[in-house]
């Protein structure tokens, strides 16, 4: 399949993604259209993006009002926007502190940089951190440095040092590489771009432990899991687990784009301090209407028992899949982030759906990621399941 509008703009753009052949024109609910009109019944939200859908009308005009009255500051002055949006955040997170960043690259950045920060606080000579295999953290060179994919690190090598990874959902792993220079270990409580892989209870518990006993930080990664997709507010509270830091973004700004970094008390006052960090963008007051906006939506419309609703259903129909297809070996994930794995390379059956109007996206290890619209009702998995499976039938 080609685009002639695609193709064109790449004589331009440098050719870093591999695009889907479509030219995107608006959103309405949980459907996109391109610019011939053609809808897409849409089951990836911008990458885990647009929990509240598109042409939210309620977000657009506080957006609206606030690009007319001040979009910018920079953070030697206040905003009360800023404020209101790290209360609605803390709120829901029961973290004590935001840091606001424009991305969820740096909300990592800024997370490894505070538990270095902690680190060096309390002259624990400790600088080290554990990631996971087959985690995602970002494309900087902090981030790309923690993300457990080798292909995504060796071009940029060498990447920051002291840095381990460990096998996800295996505690003996970790354990093997705690040392007295670790400082953090970092992990996404259900990975996402690595495959759709929850965290186990175990594992959560038993690295909580492990900080607890050696005064190390535990950062949950949030930015694809968190926002009410798996069936709870944050990921981690499922546990019962906190994490020391918490980061965030994606769905956090419904599209505008926002990041932030959450610690709790003892890491606040224990790490950054004013000139540690900073950010011209970050946080600014369109940024964080939209984030104040964005969770004030989500309790009033329930989105989280919405989620948990509406799960439960696409859990079945996957399963249902799962049981009718041989090239389907098995579903995973939790909540509206759920992956089937596929015997062979998802991308033509991803291709036949886009041709079909339903867009999916692939993650690691053959499979086909489910990260649609927090807003999806039973009759839009319905349809996703139909176009599902005339792509899987081609
Ligand atoms: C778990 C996780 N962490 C970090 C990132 C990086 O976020 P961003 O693309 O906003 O920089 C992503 C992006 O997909 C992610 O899924």
């Not at 009255?69 to 502190?97: F, I, Q, R």
């Not at 909300?107 to 000579?125: H, P």
């Not at 995973?332 to 886009?354: D, F, H, M």
Request: hydrophobic letters at 40%; a negative charge.
């Amino acid at each position: 399949m080609v685009n002639e509008k695609v193709q064109a703009a790449e004589e331009n753009l440098l050719h870093i993604y591999n695009r889907f052949p479509v030219t995107l024109d608006y959103g309405e609910g949980v459907y996109l259209y391109d610019t011939d009109g053609k809808q897409y019944l849409d089951f990836a939200a911008g990458i885990a993006v647009m929990g509240l859908g598109y042409h939210n009308e309620e977000l657009e005009e506080a957006l609206k009002e606030q690009i007319t009255k001040l979009c910018h500051t920079s953070n030697l002055y206040y905003h009360e926007n800023c404020g209101e949006a790290a209360a609605a955040l803390t709120k829901a997170s029961g973290m004590d502190k935001v840091f606001f960043t424009n991305s969820g690259t740096e909300a990592i950045e800024g997370a490894l940089k505070t538990a270095r920060k902690y680190a060096y606080l309390k002259q624990s000579g400790r600088y080290e951190f554990i990631a996971m295999e087959n985690s995602f953290h970002g494309r900087s060179i902090g981030a790309v440095s923690v993300t457990g994919t080798k292909a995504y690190r060796e071009p940029f090598e060498p990447m920051l040092t002291g840095v381990h990874f460990a096998e996800y959902n295996n505690l003996d792993s970790v354990k093997a590489l705690v040392n007295d220079k670790t400082c953090a270990i970092i992990l996404e409580p259900l990975q996402g771009e690595g495959g759709i892989h929850p965290a186990a209870q175990e594992f959560m518990e038993g690295i909580r432990k492990i900080c607890d006993e050696q005064d190390i930080l535990m950062i949950c990664d949030e930015i694809q899991c968190g926002m009410g997709r798996t069936g709870s507010m944050f990921a981690w509270q499922e546990y019962g687990v906190k994490p020391d830091i918490m980061t965030m973004a994606k769905a956090i700004g419904n599209g505008i784009p926002v990041g932030a970094f959450a610690v709790t008390e003892n890491v606040a006052l224990n790490s950054m301090k004013p000139g540690d960090h900073g950010s011209t963008y970050g946080g600014n007051p369109l940024a964080c209407m939209a984030v104040k906006k964005v969770l004030k939506l989500y309790e009033k419309n329930h989105i989280v028992d919405h989620v948990i609703e509406t799960a439960a259903y696409l859990t079945e129909q996957l399963d249902r899949l799962v049981e009718k297809y041989e090239c389907i070996k098995e579903r995973r994930g939790k909540g509206l982030i759920q992956g089937i794995v596929l015997t062979e390379s998802p991308t033509g059956v991803v291709n036949r759906a886009l041709e079909e109007g339903l867009i999916i996206i692939t993650a690691k290890g053959n499979t086909i990621r489910f990260v649609p619209p927090l807003i999806i009702e039973k009759e839009h998995i319905d349809e996703m399941i139909r176009k599902l499976e005339k792509a899987l039938s081609e």
